[in-house]
T-cell receptor, first 110, second 117 residues
């Protein structure tokens, strides 16, 4: 079945780069997403990448997609304490159904 | 403010109680979803409503009963729950995916934190 896997926790120092990794199983996924959940809030879309792209850059965020290995990563440059949150990877295909991972808790140390 | 409002934000109930979670969206979307968020587990899709018809029911126990009276409102009726049902229940909405360039982005509410004693 469809499955999305992420590590549960990542700790970085303020100013460093953070890299959050994700693997997925559904090769027919059309879009791959990164959602961010701040404490006490719901998930908000951070960025997404279409499956025929291998990289997308948006200010401090860089998304890399390796479709052959079904691997997605999110790099946050110059990580700030305000970036502390849970980051969810998700895949979506032709239907409205998105499959999410466990989320990775990013802790930014001052 | 995401345009998706969930009430109540927190709910404590006993195993014999009956309660309901409510979700309302003001975004003009025509698909609505219930997700369950538990610690260290993937976000779990429970139900999908598309144009007010239930199109997905992911093997959810019958003690959870969804209701979608119109495209703006979604309910989750709860009865005889178990302690392991304690979790954050997230509602989301989206436009129906009819092809590119619709990305199928989900808009989430802040969730209802449920504790079953």
């Amino acid at each position: 079945g469809e499955d999305v896997e992420q590590s549960l926790f990542l700790s970085v120092r303020e100013g460093d780069s953070s890299v959050i990794n994700c693997t997925y199983t559904d090769s027919s996924s059309t879009y791959l997403y990164w959602y961010k959940q701040e404490p006490g809030a719901g998930l908000q879309l951070l960025t997404y990448i279409f499956s025929n792209m291998d990289m997308k850059q948006d200010q401090r965020l860089t998304v890399l997609l390796n479709k052959k290995d079904k691997h997605l990563s999110l790099r946050i440059a110059d990580t700030q304490t305000g970036d502390s949150a849970i980051y969810f990877c998700a895949e979506g295909g032709a239907t409205n159904k998105l499959i999410f991972g466990t989320g990775t808790l990013l802790a930014v140390q001052p | 403010e995401t345009g998706v409002t969930q009430t109540p934000r927190h709910l404590v109930m006993g195993m014999t109680n009956k309660k309901s979670l409510k979700c309302e969206q003001h975004l003009g979307h025509n698909a609505m979803y219930w997700y369950k968020q538990s610690a260290k587990k993937p976000l779990e899709l429970m139900f999908v409503y598309s144009l007010e018809e239930r199109v997905e029911n992911n093997s959810v126990p019958s003690r959870f009963s969804p209701e979608c009276p119109n495209s703006s409102h979604l309910f989750l009726h709860l009865h005889t729950l178990q302690p392991e049902d304690s979790a954050l229940y997230l509602c989301a909405s989206s436009h129906l995916r009819t092809g590119a360039p619709n990305t199928g982005e989900l808009f989430f509410g802040e969730g209802s934190r449920l504790t079953v004693l």
